[in-house]
């Protein structure tokens, strides 16, 4: 009972915080969109590379902001709206913004969409924090090849699967019962949040996400969609 007063004390003292944080956060964001907005009104004069990055800025830019009404939006228990999605089309958006991480870290995020699979009934901004948080994990999984794959498929059972795979350094076997629990992460600076929040996500919406990782060799992360007729 002491250890989980204290654990409740703690969420207490970091969500005060978050909120803190948040309140800090929307002004220089808001000058930086700002920014970006008057760098956009000259992109006639700027080359495709330069035009590609603001538009990148612009997208994350446009991600935090959601994150933060997505917090305020959870202080107060509104519900969020549902949107009819494309996976493939979600995906694209990620992958766009995710881009010049992965150019950075010399890697390429190849997608392999089957075409023509059914939309699902979720709401898009969620679904796009979930895919983002797995994509900056396989980048980030020190990757011996150069190739992220994306794909997605219709399965027998009619259910619709996403999955991405690395080559990176894999997760250890003490750890692969924990990576979905809060708090928990073997990176040097994470949260250990992204994964559990990936997981709540999709639990709101009868979706499985689950993985398979050998050490040296990579990690696939699937999610399975249930489709209702």
Known sequence: MEKDEIFSNRLSILGKLAASLIHE???????????????????ST?????IESINSCKESVNRMNYI?????????KIPKEDDL??????TQVAVKVAQI???????????DFQQNIPNIRICKDKLLQVFLNLIYNAIEAKNKHKVIMIKSYLRDDNSLIWEISDSGVGIEENSREKIFSEFYTSKENGTGLGLNVC????????????YESEVNVGTRFFIIFPIKE
């Open 46 to 50: 700027m080359s495709d590379d330069y």
């Open 68 to 76: 933060i009404s997505n917090f305020s939006s959870f202080a107060k």
């Open 101 to 111: 991480e992965a150019r950075m870290q010399g890697l390429q995020i190849v997608c």
């Open 25 to 43: 956060i929307r002004s220089p964001l808001s000058v930086i969109k700002m920014n970006l907005d008057y760098l956009s009104m000259n992109d």
């Open 199 to 210: 997981k709540s996500i999709l639990d709101e919406y009868n979706a499985v996400i689950d």
């Open 85 to 90: 999605v494309s996976i493939n089309e979600l």
